[in-house]
Antibody, heavy 114, light 107 residues
Framework: QVQLQQSGAELVKPGSSVKISCKAS????????MHWIKQQPGNGLEWIGWIYPGNGNTKYNQKFNGKATLTADKSSSTAYMQLSSLTSEDSAVYFC???????WGPGTMVTVSS | DIQMTQSPSFLSASVGDRVTINCKAS??????LNWYQQKLGEAPKLLIYNANSLQTGIPSRFSGSGSGTDFTLTISSLQPEDVATYFCLQHNSWPYTFGAGTKLELK
């Protein structure tokens, strides 16, 4: 069965970076886009972008250009998202979701605080 | 960006009620509209994809309709386990965008 396993919660300092992971299993990792989505209480859901692990192609929501960097490791079927220059506005739960948005990971909570 | 206007924001209904939730797109998105259910602390669960296709394993009391700019999620007979937040997602045009959500409670 399709599973997306995300890394654990992160508490990080303002100005720093964080890299969160999404390990896929139960399907051919290189055949589906992997999306990343941000969820903040009261701000709803925002699509950050996708990566196609088959060739590394990416597409970003312009709002997250320079904030998020998506990568993928085919050997471990793991997608990554690095968030940089973190501020309190980046505190959120971040989800990965398979290409048709049919399966979602459980989410990774990122808290930015000094 | 395509704006997805979802209504209502809150909904209180009784077990057995027919419930409808709407999403209106600011421009034509054809049928590229998904509906999700999210319970507190959990990942969203896909209910309906491409406006009217029921995801495998989802009870048949859930249905979707619409095309173009106006879409509806219907729960034909509300069950206690349906208490959750529901939201729509348009995947017609980048950047993909979500409705703000409908919180469904039992009356």
């Amino acid at each position: 069965q399709v599973q997306l396993q995300q890394s654990g919660a992160e508490l990080v300092k303002p100005g720093s970076s964080v890299k969160i992971s999404c390990k896929a299993s139960g399907y051919t990792f290189t055949s589906y886009d992997m999306h990343w989505i941000k969820q903040q209480p009261g701000n709803g859901l925002e699509w950050i972008g996708w990566i196609y692990p088959g060739n590394g192609n990416t597409k970003y929501n312009q709002k997250f250009n320079g904030k998020a960097t998506l990568t993928a490791d085919k050997s471990s079927s793991t997608a990554y998202m690095q968030l940089s220059s973190l501020t309190s506005e980046d505190s959120a739960v971040y989800f990965c979701a398979r290409g048709y948005f049919d399966f979602w990971g459980p989410g990774t909570m990122v808290t930015v605080s000094s | 960006d395509i704006q997805m206007t979802q209504s209502p924001s809150f909904l209180s209904a009784s077990v057995g009620d027919r419930v409808t939730i709407n999403c209106k797109a600011s421009q034509n998105i054809n049928r590229y509209l998904n509906w999700y259910q999210q319970k507190l602390g959990e990942a969203p669960k896909l209910l309906i994809y491409n406006a009217n296709s029921l995801q495998t394993g989802i009870p048949s009391r859930f249905s979707g309709s619409g095309s173009g700019t106006d879409f509806t999620l219907t729960i034909s007979s509300l069950q206690p386990e349906d208490v959750a937040t529901y939201f729509c997602l348009q995947h017609n045009s980048w950047p993909y965008t979500f409705g703000a959500g409908t919180k469904l409670e039992l009356k």
